[in-house]
């Protein structure tokens, strides 16, 4: 009987040392949450701006088709003197318009892709997904010279799969905080005011260089004097990613376009 009740006595010394390093590891994890990420990847996240102080912001141009509105955009940005823009082509257009994408690439601009078929791509399977990814970097390349990092999604659009299949092919999602709505044609002096206003130190800012847009090349000269008003300065979406420090949004499955039912109160502003 006595030594019954030793074994039992040893062992439920060693349960109680075990449960006092459980709690005492919880304990410390608990406390060091913050900086135990390396045991909790972060998903993949598209980028909408990055936080900083400095007073930059990116310009950007979505490319799909046309050929009349791109090149009275490109005269825009020289006389300003702007030499950092962001722009996103489709790889459709980018065949069809090489001599476009060279003058683009000339006046020093960055390139992105922005995807082959102009579809939303939450709705491909993940083949398709990477088939449309994959062809528009082939042609892209081809016609640049450059392999492209950065992808701006077809209307903007996306989910989680297609967040990981761009991730897995070395391809960083970027969209926008600030929305010109120059693909609404809702008037210079709107596209002026919704850009100034809403404008913000880190900002991503989007506007389209397709034939769909008729006022953009008249409001930009007017949005980059009264940016520079404010202080700001003007750099591409790789130069605004590499010398701030990431915190990208919480990633949300995304699946509406980038042409969005807006009241009367949102076109007003």
């Not at 490109?74 to 790889?91: C, D, G, H, P, R």
């Not at 391809?171 to 010109?180: A, E, G, L, N, R």
């Not at 900002?203 to 389209?208: T, Y």
């Amino acid at each position: 009987m006595n030594v019954f009740y030793v074994l039992n006595g040893r062992k439920l010394k060693r349960y109680f040392l075990i449960a006092i390093a459980v709690v005492f590891s919880i304990g410390i994890i608990y406390a060091e949450r913050d900086n135990i990420t390396v045991f909790a990847p972060q998903q993949p996240a598209a980028i909408y701006s990055v936080p900083t102080d400095k007073k930059v912001v990116a310009l950007t141009f979505d490319i799909s088709w046309g050929e009349k509105r791109t090149e009275p955009i490109l005269n825009v940005l020289k006389e300003k003197n702007i030499k950092q823009a962001t722009f996103f082509l489709s790889s459709p257009w980018t065949q069809s318009h090489p001599e476009i994408v060279k003058k683009i690439q000339e006046a020093g601009f960055e390139i992105g892709s922005h995807g082959h078929k102009h579809d939303n791509y939450s709705k491909l399977s993940d083949e398709e997904i990477r088939k449309q990814i994959m062809t528009a970097h082939t042609i892209l390349s081809d016609v640049t010279g450059k392999q492209p990092n950065l992808i701006r999604l077809p209307n903007g659009d996306f989910d989680k799969r297609v967040l990981r299949i761009a991730e897995e092919l070395q391809y960083k999602v970027i969209q926008w905080d600030t929305d010109s709505l120059d693909w609404m044609n809702i008037g210079t002096d709107k596209i002026i005011n919704r850009v100034v206003t809403r404008a913000h130190p880190g900002d991503i800012i989007l506007f389209h260089a397709s034939d769909s847009v008729k006022q953009t090349h008249e409001a930009l000269p007017v949005v980059i004097d009264q940016l520079r008003e404010k202080g700001y300065d003007f750099v591409t979406v790789s130069d605004l990613i590499t010398q701030t420090e990431i915190d990208g949004k919480a990633v949300q499955d995304k699946t509406t376009s980038t042409f969005p039912q807006l009241d009367a109160a949102e076109l007003n502003n």
